[in-house]
C-alpha cells in the first residue's frame, strides 16, 4: 500500500481458540465487504456471525459518495421507529481551521462526505467529546427523542470520562476515533500517526468492548495517501462531512441551527461539536427541525448500510 502504517497488531497477541476458521471467515468476508470491515489489521476481528450480516450490506462507494441499498434503507428506516437522535456540537477554538481536504472531492473508497440515497436520512456527528457535562446534556436531548447519532471521541478523553463513553454506546450511538491527542495529523510521521489511531482504537475497545469502525481526522487535515494508508492497514475509512455549520467558532445556537437545517438533504453527515455548548444549546430546535423537514437521523454505519455498531463482535487475535 502506500507506505506508512506497518501490518502489527497494537494489541498483545491473543490468539481465538478457533484461529483457524476465524482466518478464513475473515478472508471470506474482506472479500465481499472490505470496507464494511473494521480493525482487522488492528488485531480485532469480528465473528462469523456478524461476518454474515455483513455480506448482506453492500455499501458501493463512488467518488466519496456512498449509495445505500434499498434494503440497507429499508433496514435503516425501519430501526429509526425504535431509534432516534439529536445534536450536540462545536468544536474547541483550537488553532487550525477545520475544512475538507482539498483533495476530499475527488473521493474514493478511503473517503466518505456524504451517503447517495433517496432516503431522507441524514447523520448527526459530534466531535471532540466527551465532555464532561455537555454530553451527557446532549445524550439526554437524544434520548428523549430516540435519536441515534455518532460520536467521534478523543482518546484521551476516553480514558478520563469513561463511565461516559460507556453510556454513549449504551444509549445506541456509534463511537468512531478522532485520533489521541487531536493533532494535525497531515503533519505528522506515519509512526505518529498510527500511535494516535490506534492508541484511541484501544481505549474505546477498552471501555466499550468494540473498536469505532471509521475515523474522522481533526480538522479535517489528513491527506489522500494517509486516508488510503488508514483504510488498507486498519480497514478504518475516514468519514469527513457535507454540512459544516461552523459551529466552533461559536456563532450562537441559532446559527448552528439554521445551518444545519439549510444544508441538510438525504444523505448528509453533519459535522458538529459537542464540547461547545452553544452547539448542544442548538440540539433541540435542530433535532425538531430535522424532523419537521422530514429528515430522519441515523448513525455512520446505518447511512452506509453496516450493521450497527452496537451489534457487532469484534475479539482480539495476533495481528
Ligand atoms: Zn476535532
Redesign the pocket.
Known amino acids: 500500500m502506500r507506505g506508512a502504517f506497518p501490518r502489527q497488531a497494537p494489541f498483545p497477541p491473543e490468539m481465538p481458540q478457533n484461529a483457524r476458521q476465524s482466518a478464513k471467515t475473515v478472508s471470506r468476508a474482506q472479500r465481499h465487504a472490505p470496507r464494511a470491515w473494521g480493525q482487522s489489521e488492528t488485531g480485532l476481528r469480528e465473528t462469523a456471525r456478524d461476518a454474515d450480516h455483513i455480506l448482506s450490506a453492500k455499501p458501493l462507494f463512488c467518488h466519496g459518495i456512498v449509495s445505500m441499498s434499498i434494503s440497507s434503507r429499508r433496514t435503516f428506516l425501519s430501526t429509526l421507529g425504535a431509534a432516534a437522535l439529536t445534536l450536540p456540537s462545536a468544536?474547541s477554538a483550537t488553532t487550525p481551521v477545520i475544512a475538507l481536504p482539498r483533495d476530499a472531492g475527488r473521493g474514493d473508497a478511503a473517503t466518505i462526505m456524504a451517503v447517495r440515497t433517496p432516503s431522507p436520512v441524514v447523520a448527526l456527528t459530534f466531535?471532540?467529546g466527551p465532555h464532561p457535562t455537555l454530553t451527557p446534556h446532549l445524550l439526554d436531548l437524544l434520548r428523549a427523542r430516540r435519536l441515534r447519532a455518532t460520536f467521534?471521541l478523543i482518546g484521551n478523553r476516553v480514558v478520563q470520562w469513561p463511565d461516559i463513553v460507556r453510556r454513549i454506546a449504551s444509549e445506541g450511538h456509534e463511537i468512531g476515533n478522532?485520533s489521541w491527542s487531536?493533532p494535525v495529523l497531515s503533519k505528522l510521521s506515519d509512526a505518529a500517526v498510527r500511535d494516535e489511531i490506534d492508541r484511541t482504537s484501544d481505549a474505546i475497545w477498552r471501555v466499550t468492548g468494540r473498536p469505532p469502525v471509521t475515523f474522522r481526522p481533526?480538522?479535517g487535515a489528513f491527506t489522500q495517501r494517509q486516508r488510503h494508508a488508514l483504510l488498507e492497514s486498519r480497514k478504518l475509512p475516514t468519514v469527513l462531512w457535507s454540512v459544516d455549520p461552523q459551529d466552533w467558532r461559536r456563532p450562537g445556537a441559532q446559527a448552528v441551527a439554521s445551518r444545519i437545517l439549510n444544508g441538510s438533504r438525504p444523505g448528509a453527515i453533519i459535522l458538529s461539536?459537542d464540547i461547545q455548548r452553544g452547539t448542544v444549546a442548538a440540539m433541540p430546535q435542530t433535532l425538531d427541525g430535522l424532523a419537521a423537514r422530514g429528515l430522519k437521523c441515523g448513525t455512520v454505519s446505518q447511512m452506509l448500510g453496516w450493521p450497527l455498531w452496537q451489534d457487532r463482535r469484534f475479539r482480539r487475535v495476533a495481528g
Open positions: 468544536a466531535d471532540d467521534y478522532h487531536h481533526p480538522y461539536h
